[in-house]
């Protein structure tokens, strides 16, 4: 009997513990303040940063419950800008065109220091140049933004923009687009061009900043309302601190980095993961000072280029489209 009742106790014990680990840890959670981030796309390498913030706790480490959400119909920028959403991953290109209409969405930073986009087609193609783009068809999502960064890719060869076939192909993958019918299309080097790589598809790229340094944007970028802003800066402050180091550490690792991934995305392919991460880690930071930080200049040159290409009702202020100010390492507002 006395056995019996010390063995009772013992259980007593052990499970006041572990309830009481469970209020600890619900009560921690409980304590950390809820934040919502909206991705741009399915997720893939550009966001392996932000899986990592999760994995490695960086987000808890700052005080915050970070959850990802897909951007659904609405997409990141709508919802950011309406306060729907704390924060959002956008694109330069797409955040130029919202700040002159007004839309009160704000680059916190860079998630990809260059440009690594560009237009890709399968060698047999033989579109070498922007002037062989003529007689071809171009597959692209229907924006009017396309057709001007063709043309003005085709000016420099004195080539018509008129004489390319530009269609919409939805959603269709560009591999099965290209063997139907489409020439060439835009694509993300590092993600649809090493996956050309891995099922031994030769490409010609021509990648737009090897035409333009206006064309040298920032995409994608992390995003903010002005309202976030003004309301809470130490909650900006402190996901733009977790998400940094997301980065850095994808940055320095690679393998691992691509590993959180994979685990948080199961239907990612991993093969596609691994090798996308080897190609994007150095570009994260690139020759930036710091991951995230973003130029003045580089803002005011695509903006330029997409007035000048009639893309914009007005000119961009771009000083107001982005800061530095929440990065790490005490940065400058912005930077020239």
């Known amino acids: 009997m006395k056995k019996l009742l010390i063995l009772l106790t013992a259980l007593l014990l052990l499970a006041a513990g572990c309830s009481s680990e469970e209020n600890s840890g619900s009560q921690e959670k409980d304590a950390l303040k809820k934040v919502s981030l909206?991705?741009?796309w399915t997720p893939n390498t550009n966001h392996t940063g932000?899986?990592?913030?999760?994995e490695k706790g960086y987000f808890k480490e700052e005080g915050l419950d970070v959850e990802i959400l897909m951007p659904g119909e609405?997409?990141?920028?709508q919802?950011?800008?309406?306060?729907?959403?704390?924060f959002g991953i956008g694109a330069q290109e797409a955040l130029t065109e919202a700040r002159v209409q007004d839309i009160p969405i704000v680059s916190i930073a860079a998630i990809i220091q260059h440009n690594t986009s560009g237009f890709a087609s399968p060698k047999e193609k033989g579109i070498t140049s922007p002037k062989d783009f003529e007689g071809k068809t171009y597959g692209g999502w229907g924006a009017p933004v396309e057709k001007a960064v063709i043309d003005s890719l085709m000016?420099?060869?004195?080539a018509d923009v008129e004489k390319v076939d530009i269609v919409n192909m939805g959603d269709t993958d560009f591999f099965t687009a290209v063997e139907r019918d489409i020439d060439f299309a835009w694509i993300y080097y590092g993600w649809t061009g090493v996956e050309a790589e891995l099922r031994g598809k030769e490409l010609n790229m021509q990648y737009?900043?090897?035409?333009?340094?206006?064309?040298?944007?920032?995409?994608?970028?992390?995003?903010?309302?002005?309202q976030k802003i003004a309301d809470e800066p130490e909650t900006v402050e402190a996901f733009v601190a977790a998400v940094s180091k997301g980065y850095q550490f994808a940055a320095d690792q690679p393998d691992e980095a691509a590993d959180i991934l994979i685990d948080a995305v199961p239907d990612l392919d991993a093969e596609l993961v691994k090798a996308s991460q080897q190609w994007l880690s150095p570009k994260y930071q690139d020759d930036a000072p710091r991951w995230g930080e973003q130029q003045q200049?580089?803002?005011?040159?695509y903006a330029d280029w997409m007035y000048d290409n009639g893309l914009l009702d007005h000119e961009l202020e771009a000083e107001k489209a982005f800061t530095n100010k929440f990065l790490p390492d005490g940065g400058e507002e912005n930077n020239e």
């Not at 609405?74 to 920028?77: P, S």
């Not at 919802?79 to 704390?86: E, R």
């Open 38 to 40: 909206v991705l741009d």
């Open 74 to 77: 609405a997409g990141a920028d």
């Open 50 to 54: 932000i899986y990592a913030a999760q």
């Open 208 to 226: 737009l900043t090897d035409y333009s340094e206006k064309l040298d944007y920032y995409t994608p970028v992390l995003t903010t309302s002005e």
């Open 155 to 158: 000016k420099q060869e004195n």
């Open 297 to 301: 200049q580089v803002w005011e040159n």
């Open 79 to 86: 919802l950011v800008a309406s306060g729907k959403a704390d």
